[in-house]
């Protein structure tokens, strides 16, 4: 199966003649990561993940890559560099970010010893064993406090003990056309020097929701970046031209209504005129009656307290302020869930009835309309909301190819091949 390719941001000449880098993508999820570097001008020539949900996407949008899915435990990565054909220091980057959950510990001098950061390791074993020019390791912010920031420390030690220079850096994704408010932790590794992190490019701000990364690993913006950066996209921008639904309504096929577009509209859109997973789920009769009562930027504090859960009748009114939350059209959205539930966050949409469908979140993470996602509902969602906003990664990737390009470190043979 073969899904239509839409360039968010469409190449001149110039762009055409440079050389395809080479990727390989490590928990590669639905492939945010990938399709940002493909919008780039890279190509991927193998991704792992163990959801088979998510390999089935990423294949589907990814035709011709190799997407093999298993536990990256039980790879070989010599046996995948021989099959690729990959002389040591001839791959250009590998992308991805072990799942994070293994790093919360209490005793970080344990930490590459303890069972639960193996896929830490297997990533540094793909490191040791391909010699990537540069690397993409990507995490959540709350990294850089976990044992008082020794965790961090450990992870970057043993980047460095292979030779590889690294930036740190918490990106903020509206900073790169993308319309959420999402943080993310980026490593940047180059056996050549270090690669600064992509500028920003929108005028945002966001409230920092981790510990630890407040001061120099951030952008901070002020109103005089206003002036000379593009506007946030926000909600209203990137989802109001798609076809309006009821519960229950929907279809994982279906054809646009209105030609009424933004810019942002304009460049995710499917220029073969539909789009995929944009169904609207039914909500069960005591959350249908509490949306009603939230207002647009408004939350479970808006609804009477007779309605609320149990649990939540007891909480303060300062805790928890995303639950039961309804977007705003003239805001950025909320960190896009693994779960559109409106007890984790804010689904609620800002003008229709109704909570976020899989393309509304895809549109929120910048899928293009072309990008679908495979596999039951709750699986969607969950793949959506596991993936790295893909402007963001596409940023990135532009960043580490004029880094290549700074060191002359783009091969000559892929040169004169586009020449």
Request: proline share 6%.
């Amino acid at each position: 199966m073969k899904s239509p390719a839409l360039e968010i941001v469409k190449p001149d000449k110039r762009d055409r003649l440079r050389p395809l880098l080479r990727t390989i993508d490590l928990f590669a999820g639905a492939g945010g990561i990938s399709e940002g570097f493909r919008q780039a001008g890279y190509q991927c020539l193998y991704a792992n993940d163990s959801m088979p949900e998510a390999m089935k996407t990423f294949q589907y949008n990814h035709a011709g890559i190799w997407a093999d899915c298993c536990k990256v435990e039980r790879v070989n990565p010599a046996v995948i560099r021989s099959k690729l054909k990959l002389d040591k220091e001839e791959l250009d980057v590998v992308v991805g970010g072990p799942p994070c959950q293994g790093f919360s510990i209490n005793a970080p001098e344990r930490f590459l010893t303890d069972p639960r950061n193996k896929l830490f390791k297997d990533y540094v074993r793909f490191l040791e064993e391909f010699r990537p020019k540069t690397f993409l390791f990507e995490n959540v912010p709350g990294l850089l406090s976990l044992g008082d920031g020794k965790v961090l420390d450990r992870i970057l030690g043993e980047f460095e003990r292979i030779d590889y220079r690294v930036s740190v850096k918490i990106l903020f994704a509206a900073h790169y056309g993308v319309p959420q408010e999402r943080w993310r932790l980026i490593l940047l590794g180059s056996r050549f020097g270090e690669i600064a992190p992509p500028s920003p490019t929108h005028f945002a701000t966001g409230r920092a929701n981790f510990k630890g990364g407040g001061g120099v690993l951030t952008f901070h913006l002020t109103e005089s970046d206003r002036h000379r950066l593009l506007p946030a996209v926000t909600v209203g921008e990137a989802i109001s031209d798609l076809p309006r639904l009821e519960m229950g309504e929907g279809a994982e096929t279906i054809g646009y209504t209105t030609a009424k577009l933004s810019r942002y509209a304009t460049e995710m859109r499917n220029p073969e005129g539909i789009t995929y997973n944009h169904f609207a789920a039914k909500l069960a009769k005591q959350n249908a009656e509490r949306m009603k009562h939230v207002k647009p930027g408004g939350s479970w504090r808006d609804i009477p307290h007779h309605l609320l859960p149990k649990g939540m009748q007891r909480a303060r009114k300062s805790d928890h302020t995303k639950r039961y939350g309804r977007l705003r059209n003239d805001g950025l959205a909320s960190t896009v869930m693994t779960k559109c539930d409106p007890h984790w966050g804010t689904v609620f949409l800002p003008d229709q009835e109704r909570s976020l469908t899989v393309r509304e979140a895809a549109r929120f993470q910048s899928f293009p309309d072309s990008y679908r996602f495979l596999g039951p509902r709750v699986s969607q969602y969950e793949q959506v909301g596991n993936a790295v906003p893909v402007l963001m990664a596409r940023a990135i990737a532009l960043q580490i190819r004029a880094h290549l390009e700074l060191h002359q470190a783009i091969p000559v043979a892929l040169k004169a091949a586009h020449g």
